[in-house]
């Protein structure tokens, strides 16, 4: 939700008593940490800049009960200390509390701190201190470093979920079921995507949630150099035949299990997508009279 629509949402905006300020592209567990520390009546505000989103902005809802709220960076990234204060009070006039991480830095060149705020503001502002899984500190930038690198083991942890790729399913190039093995294909949604593979993961058929199941999956991305040269996110389901019926599908991913590779033939690539099958099989801990 756009957070100036609250300027017309009048009664709705004086509802909100807590705030936590940051940007919030990932939902990962130093971000929880601080959406814990909001009253009942919070909202989350994400200040976007639009650049290298770890989760897109229509997704992040799913990870919070909080109201979220956006904001573009251009609106408050010119304003000093007091006016950036006086700008969420317009807006939240019953505002008591404000929660952020101990690097936020705001207004015009980033040169307002915690400190700031809390000369500015008259309720209480939580600073959140630095979260850590075993000795490194959680940021997003650091997430986006492992997925890029295919260590999804180490992401997964930082995330506190694993990591997922949403969007439309499409038709894949029309030889997997016929001469490999079926496969679903996905559009990505803006998701930042990892390093290019095979990965060891699951597939959720339909829109995000907590109920519908995810099935075991081989999933691929990158380059389709053996075959048609394009690019693809495309996953086989382990040991299960569906009839898909959904128009969209999330794929999540677990371990990686190798590099992308060229085969000569559709027989030696076949072979080792069997490979493949079998090492999600040992990741996943599944065997395969369980699926």
């Known amino acids: 939700m756009n957070f100036l629509s609250l300027v017309k949402e009048k009664e709705k905006a004086k ?57 573009a960076l251009d609106i408050v990234k010119e304003k000093n200390d007091i006016e950036f204060v006086e700008f969420l009070m317009e807006i939240l006039p019953n505002l008591k509390q404000i929660v952020v991480g101990y690097d936020f830095r705001f207004g015009k060149n980033r040169n307002y701190y915690t400190f700031d705020l809390k000369k500015h503001f008259k309720g209480e502002v939580i600073v959140i201190g630095e979260v850590f899984y075993k000795k490194l500190s959680v940021h997003s930038g650091l997430i986006k470093e492992l997925l890029i690198n295919g260590n999804l083991k180490l992401a997964n942890k930082l995330l506190g979920r694993e990591f997922e790729i949403r969007g439309k399913i499409i038709s894949g190039q029309g030889i997997g079921k016929k001469q490999l093995y079926a496969t679903i294909n996905l559009e990505n949604d803006s998701f930042l995507l990892p390093q290019e593979g095979v990965y060891a993961g699951f597939i959720q058929l339909g ?68 490979q493949d099958i079998n090492q999600a099989y040992k990741l996943l801990k599944i065997k395969p009279k369980e699926i």
């Not at 690019?231 to 371990?255: C, D, K, N, S, T």
């Open 207 to 274: 829109k995000q949630s907590h109920i519908a199941p995810k099935y075991p999956a081989v999933i691929f991305v990158g380059n389709r150099i053996s075959t048609d040269k394009s690019f693809a996110i495309e996953g086989h389901l382990l040991g299960i035949e569906l009839e898909v019926q959904e128009a969209e599908a999330g794929f999540y991913f677990y371990r990686k299990i190798r590099e992308n590779e060229y085969f000569d033939t559709l027989e030696a690539l076949k072979e080792q997508i069997k």
């Open 15 to 71: 509802h909100f008593t807590s705030v936590a300020l940051g940007k919030f592209d990932g939902m990962h567990i130093a971000h929880q940490v601080i959406f814990k520390a909001l009253d009942y009546q919070g909202m989350i505000l994400c200040i976007e800049s639009n650049r290298g989103e770890l989760l897109p902005k229509p997704y992040r809802d799913f990870y919070t009960h909080f109201p979220i709220y956006h904001l």
